[in-house]
Structure formats: C-alpha cells, structure tokens
C-alpha cells in the first residue's frame, strides 16, 4: 500500500479523500491492476460504502 493511502487507525476518510485514493490507483484507464491494488481497491470501496451509509463515527 502506498504511504500517502494510509491512515491511523480509527480514522475517518472523506467520501472525496476516498473517491481520491481509489482514483489515484490507476496510472491509465487501460493498464490492469496488480493484485496488490485490486486488494487495496476493493478495501477502499468497501471504505467508501461505508462513509456512503453512514455506518463510521467522526473523525476524533
């Protein structure tokens, strides 16, 4: 995982910090992710979903 992609523990990402991340995984529409970034892909969506719903606390 890239060090600018990685938050403290118990902290809370903005839907935009998120959309950010998920965005940045990708050099070029075209190019596959590793399985490396899939798994961090599918950690941020599921991040995501959960901001989207509503089911994290504030950011301390």
Partial sequence: MSP???TSPGAVRSAAEL???IRALWSH???PLTAEQRAEY???CAELARV???DV???A
């Fill in 52 to 54: 989207q719903r509503g």
């Fill in 29 to 31: 529409p075209q190019v």
């Fill in 42 to 44: 599918e950690r941020l």
């Fill in 19 to 21: 959309n950010a991340a």
């Fill in 4 to 6: 600018d992609l990685v």
């Fill in 57 to 59: 606390g504030a950011a």
